[in-house]
Structures are given as C-alpha cells and as structure tokens.
C-alpha cells in the first residue's frame, strides 16, 4: 500500500488513493496487535487513513465507499479501546463525528465483522479491475463477490448502502456482459445483461445492451421490446437509431 501511494496521489486520483488508505488503515490496525509493535503509534496511523479516506469519499459523494470507510473507521475505533480519545486527539483530527462515537446496534455490530470482510474483499478486486478491456474471469469473480454480498442483507439493513451496492453490482454485471461480448459468448452476454437489469432495472444503458444482444441471437421480438424499454427511459440516446436500423435490417432479412 505505501508503494501504491507513491502512484495514487489525492491530487491524480483521489479516490484510488482514498481506497488505498482504507486499506491501510485496516492493516494498521492488525498491525497494532502484534507482539513488539507501538501499538498507540500503529493505531494513530489507522486513524489518520481512515479518516483521511472516510473525508475523500464524503467529498465525493462515493456513497458506497462512505458506508465501508465508516466502517473501517468504526472498528478502529472499537479496536482502541479506552484509548480512543487520546489517540484521535494525537492524530490532530479535530472533534470526532458523531456517528463515530453512537453505540452500535448488538444485532449490526455482530454482523459487522463478515461483512467487512466481504466488502473490503469486493472493493479491492473492483479496484485492481480493468473495465476497459474487462476479461470474462475478472468480471465474474467481482460479480459473484458482489452477490455474495447481497445475501447479508437480512439482518445487516443499516451496516450498508445496499441500493449503492446493487447500482455498482449492476454495472459490474454490464462489464461482465461486454467481456462475454469481445469473447464471442452472445447467450453468457445476454445473461449477465439481464442481471444487470434486474439489479437496476431504470438504466436505459442496459436496456440498450440486451437489445442489441438480442438481435446478434436473432431474438428479434424480444429485441423490439427491449429497444422500446430503453427508448422509453432515455429517447435520446444517440444509440438508439442505431439499434433500430440494426433491428430493421434483420427484420429484412438483410446481410
């Protein structure tokens, strides 16, 4: 991580480094508990990054991302102890949040812990992800990391952002749909599209995607029914006419 920051600077690409500090707050924290670490000093340095990290993603209003650093930030805090207060205070952090000092919930803060584990999990292979040129593989592990998540749900309501976290699980799943597509896989990319709308079923983007899947495979009904949802979304879509023509073509019969 301290390597990754000499790349991902708050000025080039604040949330990359926000991400990056996260987690290395996390680690910090493990760190503290080694045997011979200056366990104050490790736990200062915890949370100066995750405050650091928490603050970026509120600036950005990275909803998704707010909900794990405060998290973070919650566990380091717990980890503390009595010393919470005199750490923050060495840390130059000014009055905690409020949210930082409420009790938690017993039921929540049981469920915390996996949860945690879990999303740190997603985050970090979302982050390392290439989206530009998405590879089949890459896209299905953050995809089934992402439903692994959501089966938390119950019992885990306030722990998390969950329509953030089905927003992003959609367009990882959109991603999943383009690397089927470069692969040559229309059935797996039509399939990992309609995921994607399921999650979210409001984005025009997706709508478009299905359609044009569709009329690849020939499914030139569904295809119809498909373009008319996304043009009912977004009508002007410049990809719209497009897909139409591509559809009017088909329908003909045409080569």
Known sequence: YDDALQYRRPEVAPLDYAM?????????????TLPGEDRRARLTQALRCAAEA???????Q????????????????RACGDDFAALWAA????????WLLETEDTDSSSAMPALAERVQA????????DA?????AEWQAITALGERLLVMQAGAENLLNWDALREQLASGYN??????????????????????????PDFAMF??????????????DAARAALAQARALQPDAPRLAQLQAALAKALEGGS
């Open 54 to 60: 928490v603050a970026l993603f509120q600036q950005f």
């Open 122 to 129: 997603y985050m970090a292979r979302w982050q390392a992800a």
């Open 20 to 32: 990056t500090q996260n987690n290395r707050a996390t680690l910090l924290s493990e760190i503290a």
């Open 207 to 220: 709508h478009r995607n299905r359609a044009g899947t569709l009329i690849d495979l020939g499914r030139l």
């Open 91 to 98: 840390a130059g952090l000014g009055e905690p949040p409020d």
């Open 62 to 77: 990275q909803a998704q991302y707010l909900e794990v650093g405060k998290r973070v930030l919650q566990s380091i805090r």
């Open 175 to 200: 991603t999943l749909g383009n690397a089927h597509d470069r692969a040559g896989d229309k059935a797996a990319s039509l399939a990992a599209f309609e995921r994607a709308i399921a999650l979210q």
């Open 132 to 136: 530009e040129n998405p590879q089949v």
